[in-house]
């Protein structure tokens, strides 16, 4: 089974540090990534990053080691090694908010939350959004939202954050529960330059705050 123990103990060590790289807590660090490769991104509106080409570069070298490193089952080993560094990442964080964390970095959230903007008048929006968001801790957990906008919004134009005029938004989730945020509000938007008119926004990110404590989701 074992052909070159060398090669694969080398796959095995450069996962592990792919997996270190990967795993993209407290924060999101894929917010304003344009391209990604196994989660790694690639590039932003800024151009390339190097963290993430790095990593790429690393774990397409494992992949490689570890076809070297077997005599057999090329393919059916690699499909198994992509699914389980796909899911264990979000298995050790779900892991370590229900054993470990505390406050605000025992929130977890899907990232399936939506915001939806009509048109009302002209310096009035009708918005609305709705977010699931999970405390695994044995603590209730509060905390500010505050919307962020997505980074393919070009010249500055304003969309998710037009929800933070009619915030601030303090909420408090019981432990062990997820909590559905349903946010609708009328937006007045005369002191706002540039802004859509109207739009539908899927993925939405947010910054959770608790005093100094700040994470981006």
Known sequence: MIRNKVALISSL??????????????????????????SFPIRNH???ILLGIIGSVLFISAMI??????????????????VVYAFL??????????????????ISYDGNGTCNFEYVSEDLLDGECNIVLH?????AVSFELEFL????????????????LGGPYR???????????HLEKLLELS????????????NIHFKLIDGENIRIL
């Open 13 to 38: 060590v450069i996962l592990c540090i792919c997996l270190y790289l990967y795993i993209s807590f407290p924060n999101n660090g894929t917010l304003e990534a344009r391209t990604i490769f196994m």
């Open 191 to 202: 002191d706002v330059p540039k802004h859509i008119d109207s739009g539908t926004s899927m």
């Open 135 to 139: 405390n695994r801790s044995n603590e």
């Open 171 to 181: 909420f408090t989730i019981e432990k062990n529960r997820k909590k559905s945020i």
């Open 65 to 82: 080691l570890l076809v070297i490193g077997i005599k057999k089952y090329h393919f059916r080993t690699l499909a198994i090694v992509v």
């Open 46 to 48: 800024n151009g390339y």
């Open 149 to 164: 906008d997505s980074s393919f919004m070009e010249d500055e134009v304003r969309m998710e954050s037009l929800m933070n």
């Open 89 to 106: 990442p979000k298995l050790l964080i779900t892991m370590y908010q229900e054993t470990l964390a505390s406050g605000i970095t025992a």
